[in-house]
């Protein structure tokens, strides 16, 4: 819930064309059309919601659906990120029906997992984003990798400045990878966590992770682009 149209034209105007990387665009759902109907951002972005419902349709006051934002142009959603799931006590049965509502829908899921500090420190952290995945790894046998993916982000790095170190972030999407099996080895696994211009560079270049959830730095377009391009010349 940041931003404003303003944003969204600016963001479409200054957005340098990065023809070597994905860059997929998730903003509020009202701003959708705006980003989709955009031309400068056709071509070389996505667009996607930061949340769909867990139902197909029906008496949900104030609910959008996958189909509904299908129906507008979004390619993908992101589904259980961590504020979803804390703050609107969204549990693993509600996040993997929204999983299995997208795929209805064909939408991409980006899908995020991530564990508390006090789960880091207690060394469940393995066992939590396990847990978490356990509804995908089960779509991954029907569902190509691409229509898939994940984003690894511990609860105590987003918004906070403080992001996981290149290794230990590196290590836990080893893990993710590894647990999914043969499919995980070609799903794509985001970082996301604090993501700036300053550590964009030395975790890119870590073996498992393939690229960036950004929260912060994509609400200043020049931060976002200076991502894009430690991203595009690694
Ligand atoms: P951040 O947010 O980059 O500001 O830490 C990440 C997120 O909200 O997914």
Redesign the pocket.
């Known amino acids: 819930m940041n931003g404003s149209q303003n944003l969204c034209e600016t963001f479409s105007e200054q957005l340098r064309d990065v023809p070597d990387i994905d860059i997929w665009v998730a903003p509020p759902f009202i701003y959708v059309p705006a980003l989709t109907e955009a031309e400068r951002l056709q071509g070389f972005t996505q667009i996607g919601v930061q949340n769909v419902h867990e139902e197909v349709q029906g008496a949900f006051t104030g609910e959008v659906s996958a189909a509904m934002v299908a129906e507008m142009g979004a390619k993908f959603a992101?589904i259980g990120?961590?504020?979803r799931r804390n703050i609107y006590l969204e549990n693993d049965t509600i996040v993997d029906r929204k999983l299995k509502s997208c795929v209805d829908a064909n939408l991409i899921p980006l899908f995020?997992v991530g564990e508390s500090i006090e789960e880091r420190q207690n060394g469940s952290a393995e066992a939590v984003v396990q847990r978490q995945l356990r509804s995908l790894k089960g779509l991954l046998e029907t569902l190509p990798a691409e229509r898939l993916v994940v984003?690894y982000?511990p609860i105590w790095?987003?918004?906070?400045?403080i992001?996981a170190s290149p290794g230990d972030a590196d290590e836990m999407h080893g893990k993710i990878r590894s647990y999914l099996g043969d499919e995980g080895a070609k799903l794509r696994i985001l970082y996301?966590?604090?993501?700036?211009p300053n550590n964009a560079e030395k975790l890119i270049k870590q073996t498992n992770i393939d690229g960036?959830?950004?929260?912060?730095?994509?609400l200043d377009v020049s931060a976002f682009n200076e991502i894009c391009q430690l991203v595009g010349g690694d």
């Open positions: 992101i990120h961590s504020e995020c984003a982000e790095a987003i918004g906070t400045g992001s996301g966590g604090s993501v700036s960036f959830l950004v929260g912060g730095a994509a």
